[in-house]
């Protein structure tokens, strides 16, 4: 057993390509394979895939196999498994309302109405967060009132899927226990990834930068990188507190408010949004995203005719490019409703060609940090404000320096302390030299790329194009 496993404990689990594989087909994401190999391995790490096979069989279901569980409800029968749920207030029923969007929400049949027991017993885990994993139990129900009647399902049972409690101190307190290096190597392994598949520190720091949104409030970043490099993966698999939007037409409703539904888009319900594909993604009515978009950004609140929802998502978009330099026109691939309402709002800019083509090699092998108790720890980390304080302590500012520039800087410098060093709680526990190398230039370092991609983009408006000299 390795220090890891000395001082992790329960948090780790045995990771290989075969599992990876295994657990791919099964289309389920790395916070619940995680879960699913702690639970049916021993204490090597030897996996039951029997037992984890009749566990899936039993609990989590097909989309095939939901529509079974529908002709059970409507003859008469109850059905319980495991699932992810979003659950939600109709204002003009009074009725709290669910659906799962694995098995294609609403329109398909797949949510309903949850019990008035349920909703008294579970509201404040129910409503916490906008998905919840659990056991649920369904029934079919009818509306006699309606004429004719209108059958439903509904939530009659629910036990909330919360298998870690996370202590943030003890996660503080061990970091201490390990060089920088080693730390490095944990939070790369904790993704999924492989730390000894890549070359170069330089590498592993530039992918660490696609961790920033999981861990601070409204980030915003720019990610450009050649087709291959997995940008997609550390998005869509590693939290459940995020959304990758893929494919479809977007819309102002969808992403921000729908004032006729009234009913919040997917912005104010997650940690961080990302767009993919972001080339040839379609938006329905442009002008009217950028709008919300620009204000979104720059102030945090997602506005409706009637409504004012305070929000914390970053905004995160990925696109292909075989530029490899800083110094052309990297903004020619990037969609116009992103690229004219708000880029100056954007705060840094992720280098992707510098981070390796996703290769066999780059699976994680080995003991790791658990993918679901890790992106938990990542999720509360949000809320912690002191590393804001200890950030702006540390740095000192030039009088005339743009604010948004100061805005971004301070903002990665701590996104970058809470991920790698998030021991330093005074600015005495602070590395002069680490703080300067792994926080502050890596930080500056990304502004400064939208800083001068905003010269080709708007060359009168941001004609100097030179970020402010901030230091230590």
Request: contains cysteine.
């Amino acid at each position: 057993m390795n220090k890891l496993t000395e001082i992790f404990r329960d948090m780790v689990v045995l990771k290989s390509p075969e599992r990876t594989k295994y657990f791919a087909s099964l289309s389920l994401p790395s916070y619940m394979r995680d879960w699913l190999v702690m639970k049916f391995s021993d204490g090597a790490g030897i996996i039951d895939y029997n037992g984890v096979s009749r566990y899936i069989k039993q609990y989590i279901p097909s989309k095939e196999e939901y529509e079974h569980y529908k002709f059970q409800m409507i003859n008469g029968e109850s059905v319980r498994f495991l699932c992810r749920l979003r659950v939600g207030v109709d204002i003009k029923t009074g009725k709290t309302t669910f659906e799962m969007p694995d098995f294609g929400g609403i329109k398909t049949g797949a949510g309903g109405i949850v019990s008035l027991d349920v909703v008294n017993r579970w509201q404040e885990t129910l409503f916490k967060e906008s998905e919840n994993w659990g056991i649920i139990d369904l029934v079919w129900e009818q509306d006699f009132t309606k004429k004719p009647p209108i059958g439903y399902v509904k939530m009659v049972g629910y036990q909330p899927f919360c298998p870690y409690n996370v202590d943030l101190n003890y996660y503080r307190d061990a970091r201490q226990y390990f060089s920088t290096s080693e730390w490095i190597d944990i939070l790369i392994n904790a993704v999924d990834y492989n730390p000894e598949g890549y070359d170069t520190e330089s590498q592993k720091l530039h992918f660490l930068q696609r961790l920033l949104p999981f861990i601070e409030r409204r980030i915003n970043l720019i990610e450009l990188a050649p087709m291959g490099t997995g940008k997609s993966y550390i998005f869509d698999n590693i939290s459940k507190y995020g959304w990758l939007v893929a494919a479809g037409t977007q819309t102002r409703a969808s992403l921000f408010y729908d004032n006729n539904r009234k009913t919040r888009g997917i912005i104010t319900q997650f940690d961080f949004v990302a767009f993919d594909e972001i080339q040839t993604m379609k938006f329905e009515k442009p002008d009217e995203i950028q709008t919300a978009l620009k204000g979104y950004m720059e102030n945090g609140v997602v506005k409706g005719f009637d409504t004012q929802i305070p929000a914390s998502a970053g905004i995160m978009i990925l696109g292909n490019t075989d530029i490899r330099s800083v110094n052309e026109n990297l903004m020619e691939h990037i969609h116009p409703v992103f690229r004219e309402a708000a880029l100056d709002r954007f705060h840094g800019f992720i280098t992707g060609w510098e981070i390796p083509r996703f290769n066999q090699g780059l699976i994680a092998n080995g003991w790791g940090l658990n993918t679901q108790y890790f992106s938990e720890v990542l999720h509360i980390f949000r809320d912690e404000t002191q590393y804001t304080n200890l950030v702006m302590d540390l740095l000192k500012i030039p009088r005339k320096a743009d604010k948004r520039d100061v805005e971004a800087i301070s903002r990665l410098c701590t996104g970058f302390v809470k991920l790698i060093f998030p021991h330093w709680q005074t600015v005495s526990d602070v590395n002069a030299n680490d703080f300067i190398f792994y926080c502050l230039e890596p930080a500056k370092s990304m502004r400064q790329i939208i800083r001068t991609q905003l010269g080709f983009v708007k060359p009168k408006e941001f004609a100097n194009t030179t970020i402010p000299d901030i230091v230590v």
